[in-house]
Nanobody, 124 residues
Framework: QVQLVESGGGLVQAGGSLRLSCAAS????????VGWFRQAPGKEREFVAV????????YYADSVKGRFTISRDNAKNTVYLQMNSLKPEDTAVYYC?????????????????WGQGTQVTVSS
C-alpha cells in the first residue's frame, strides 16, 4: 500500500506559478503510476496529468498542456506538479492519486490510492 500527502497549494494571482508536491510512503513507489486530478466547486473531479510507473512518460489534459509539468523523484518518493501561467479557471482542490495497474489514466476509477487534496486558488 501507499499513502499520499499533497502540499504546495495556496493563493496566487493569475499568471503566477505554484509547485505542488505529492509525498508517498512505501519503498516501491517507483512502480506506481501517479496522477493529478482536480475538483472545482460544483464540478466533477477531472484529470490533470499523469506520470507512468517508473518511466518518464507523461500525459496532460488539453486544458493544462504547455503550462503544467508533472515530474517524479523516486529517491524522494515524491511527484511534483509545476503549474505556470495559472488562470482563475485552474482554481480547484488538487489531488494526487496512485495506481499499480493503470488502464485509462484519465479515469479516476483506476487509481486506488488518493491524497487528501490541496487547495489552489487563482485570483484574477
Amino acid at each position: 500500500q501507499v499513502q499520499l500527502v499533497e502540499s504546495g497549494g495556496g493563493l496566487v494571482q493569475a499568471g503566477g506559478s505554484l509547485r505542488l508536491s505529492c509525498a508517498a510512503s512505501g519503498r516501491t513507489f517507483s512502480t506506481y503510476s501517479v496522477g493529478w486530478f482536480r475538483q472545482a466547486p460544483g464540478k466533477e473531479r477531472e484529470f490533470v496529468a499523469v506520470v507512468i510507473r517508473s518511466t518518464t512518460d507523461t500525459y496532460y489534459a488539453d486544458s493544462v498542456k504547455g503550462r503544467f509539468t508533472i515530474s517524479r523523484d523516486n529517491a524522494k518518493n515524491t511527484v511534483y506538479l509545476q503549474m505556470n501561467s495559472l488562470k482563475p479557471e485552474d482554481t480547484a482542490v488538487y489531488y494526487c492519486a496512485a495506481s499499480l495497474r493503470l488502464k485509462d489514466y484519465t479515469d479516476q476509477r483506476w487509481y486506488g490510492y488518493w491524497g487528501q487534496g490541496t487547495q489552489v486558488t487563482v485570483s484574477s
